[in-house]
């Protein structure tokens, strides 16, 4: 094997608190700390307890006390309005402090929680750090969901204060934030004392006396200084789909992920301080948490804000004018990006005239890479594309192709081999290790590295059980696999009902929840079909209540428009089918995961449990009618 990565794979594996120790050296401490693994309460784990730091400070001051305060930090590219503001890491601290300074003077402080429901806009990042400078808990909840989902957040995390804005800026669409806040918090039972509002010139929210301030009072604020925090203090909370409507408030702690998410950026990406990293992803998903904002900052890079879409805003050229005009080292994006760019311009002729000198290497994450994008992109870009694959609960990579420490063989179709740290077994469902080749349950054994999630907020009973009672001693991934005779991993499906959407983590058992709330619904199911731009979609199957006179399409239209009304409208849900019976088994469960093989057109087999054989024979002719599971129609 090339490079150094076996041996420094051992090495994480056979010393990990040696390795860890010594990636913390990268970090600026307070207070050392007492055990760089506290193993006391296995399975649970906490890393660099009795450690004392700052996220914030490990971000912006100690670049600027080291002299790069006059390097960009931020870019904030919004092609939409054709506009670049351009953020030095004094600049950018200066703008964080005097936030924190606001924050506190409506009383937040070390461990109370904000909410920030954002767009893509800088001041999304100010508030993120100035949270940590105070050692408050952010929980940033992506924009495309609705309100709903931010009430469940807000009653979850109980935040004193909700940070907002009055619009985003979706493609050519201004998508008004204010009135899906006020509904969110008249939903919620709990209210935060205060919202800060940042007006946007494309929208002015009415302000509710009282409660909301402006944005702008940060102007004149105090400047806040940075509050030690501990290592295993929460620097996050971000909600993901779990298995139900609750979703999951993983928690991420400052010590552990900030010493992590800087060893990635070296041994990882292969960045040096100073270049330019752009993540295409958005504040709300992991992908931005990570690499936006506390990858790029903690290693002294500069970091691209880009609030646009990969094609309309204005065309499928628009990554490369990017990439062309700031220099970018790396982009980090999700596959369904790169397909829509592919669908419009096949033979890559928007890449001509653009300088892409300084481009070395492409990440992929977020769902699986077909092999087709990945040659695409290969061919055109001549760099390095690198798939890889890691979890909102891991917080960074857990298997790719480590460009810092010397690049391996690629094989299409794998993320290449686990990074250090990560101890991937693939186990049968006993809880043996399966031989290689064979597909099985992809765990990872503990304890899991620095930067993953310690627990669910407040829900440490239901961390144990959805993530470590399955395998006793494993991290239980719900993603299936395998590894071949080299090592290397291939990520295969979700063993959940989660599906992925454009990249987009969804559950499908909350829009069965909310399908089954329609008043002429007797019962649901929801399945991801393939799709050839956003990976997979959501397709509804509804059985009606006897005596449901009403015409099927109106129900149709009304459960999609329910969907978008309850989780937003990332969810794409714009198809369901009514049917008469639900294909299931003897005890009453649905078969979702052969419904979806007969939608895709992939081979099946009849469950041995089956109930009533004629019921998926009822379903197939269904789909066959809506014009789904024909080949024709996914090879458009
Ligand atoms: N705020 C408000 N609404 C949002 C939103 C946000 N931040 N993000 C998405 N939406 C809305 C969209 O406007 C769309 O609404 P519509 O139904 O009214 O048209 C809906 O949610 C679905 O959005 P999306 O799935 O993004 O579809 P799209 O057709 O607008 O764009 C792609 C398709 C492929 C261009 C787009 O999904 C994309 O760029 N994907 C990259 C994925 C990514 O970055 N993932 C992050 C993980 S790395
Ligand atoms: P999220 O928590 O939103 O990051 O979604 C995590 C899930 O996305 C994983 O559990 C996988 O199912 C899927 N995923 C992420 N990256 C990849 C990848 N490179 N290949 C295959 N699936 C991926």
Known sequence: MSGRYAEVYNRSLDDPEGFWGEAARAIDWIRPWDHVLDDSRAPLF?????????????????????GRGEQVALIHDRPITNTVVTYTYRELLDLTARFAGLLAAQGVGKGDRVILYMPMVAEAVVAMLACARLGAIHSVVFGGFAARELATRLDDAKPKVVVSASCGIEGARVIP??????????????????????????????????????????????????????????????????????????????????????????HFYGLKPGEVFWAASDVGWVVGHSYIVYGPLLHGATTVLYEGKPVGTPDASVYWRVISQHKVAMLFTAPTALRAIKREDPEGLLLKGYDLSHFRQLYLAGERSDSDTLRWAEAHLKVPVIDNWWQTETGWPVAGNPVGLGLMPVKHGSVTRPLPGWDVRVLDGQGHEVPAGTLGAVTIRLPLPPGALPTLWNAEERFIRSYLSEYPGFYQTSDAGYVDEDGYLFIMARTDD????????????????????????????????????KGQLPLGFLVLKAGVTRGHETIVAEVVQRVREVIGPVAAFRQALVVERLPKTRSGKILRATMQKIADQEAWAMPATIDDPAVLEEIGAALTTAGFGRKTIWNQ
């Not at 971000?238 to 552990?256: A, E, I």
């Open 46 to 66: 906490r890393w660099f307890a009795g450690g004392q730091l700052n996220t914030c400070w490990n971000a912006l001051d100690r670049h600027v006390a080291a």
């Open 498 to 533: 989660i599906i992925n959407v454009a990249g987009h983590r969804l559950s499908t058992g909350a829009m069965e929840e909310v399908l089954a709330g329609h008043p002429d619904v007797a019962e649901c199911a929801v399945i991801g079909v393939h799709d050839a731009l």
């Open 177 to 266: 934030y204010k009135p899906l806040l006020d509904s969110a918090i008249d939903q919620a039972a709990h209210k935060p004392t205060c919202c800060i509002i940042l007006q946007r010139p494309q929208e002015q929210a009415p302000l509710k006396p009282g409660r909301d301030i402006d944005w702008t009072e940060a102007e004149t604020a105090t400047p806040h200084d940075c509050v030690p925090v501990a290592a295993t203090d929460p620097l996050y909370i971000l909600y993901t789909s779990g298995t139900t409507g609750q979703p999951k408030g993983v928690v991420r702690d400052n010590g552990g992920h900030a010493v992590a998410l800087k060893w990635t950026m070296e």
